[in-house]
């Protein structure tokens, strides 16, 4: 995908965006701007009504991304290594042990975020909204900011979360957190007024020692 492409898909992508936010508004847990421990998040998926945003899985070192890299062909970027792709499969394990409903599965472009979703949740859809914003112009960042701030207040299908999966400087763009760890979740909630509160983080370690822990519970019927 060339950079001129992806200028004349982002007027795209921000309406696409904006029709995003279209959905039932979900039911109100915790209060406005508190951050909830590890357990309290997990709980709260369980309701649905989230979006959770995933920086993609464990990439190989020793690949990087070309200047202009051509989206469809793999080879010309920094991709997932055999320890990420596991991880992402651990993810999806997870929740399914943990019971956590998941609607729509969206992802940047890049071959390492599509196959994080791929392998965790067993499909996405591209999103250009979420196509990595390093080396964008301040405007193009801008605008992607504004389009993803409108993604994580989208209120998700009733009794679901939204899973978006993409790159650390997506994130830390439209809102200020840098998620340093590759695999690593951060919860949001949409609100009715068209904002959205900031929940927490999981690490990718939490899913694997959370859905453990659950799948040995007494009693507790969780398999997978």
Request: glycine residues 12%; positive net charge.
């Amino acid at each position: 995908m060339r950079r001129t492409r992806y200028e004349s898909a982002l007027g795209l992508a921000l309406l696409a965006a904006m029709a995003f936010a279209a959905g039932p508004a979900p039911a109100q847990s915790p209060a406005p701007g508190a951050t909830l421990a590890e357990g309290e998040l997990i709980d709260a998926l369980r309701r649905g009504g989230y979006v959770i945003y995933f920086r993609h899985a464990t990439t190989n070192p020793e690949q990087a991304d070309t200047s202009d890299p051509k989206l469809g062909r793999c080879e010309g970027q920094r991709n997932l290594s055999a320890d990420g792709r596991q991880m992402a499969r651990d993810i999806g394990a997870a929740f399914q042990t943990l019971r956590l409903p998941v609607g729509r599965v969206v992802s940047s472009p890049y071959c390492r975020t599509a196959e994080t979703a791929t392998l965790a949740f067993g499909r996405n859809e591209v999103s250009d909204t979420l196509f990595f914003s390093m080396g964008l112009g301040k405007t193009e960042r801008e605008q992607q900011g504004l389009a993803l701030r409108q993604m994580l207040a989208a209120p998700p299908g009733r009794g679901t979360n939204t899973v978006l999966v993409a790159h650390h400087a997506n994130l830390k763009e439209a809102t200020g957190i840098w998620p340093k760890r590759e695999g690593e979740a951060h919860v949001f909630r949409p609100r009715p007024d068209g904002g959205f509160d900031y929940l927490g983080e999981i690490s990718a370690e939490a899913w694997r020692r959370r859905a453990a822990g659950a799948a040995q519970a007494p009693g507790s019927g969780e398999r997978h």
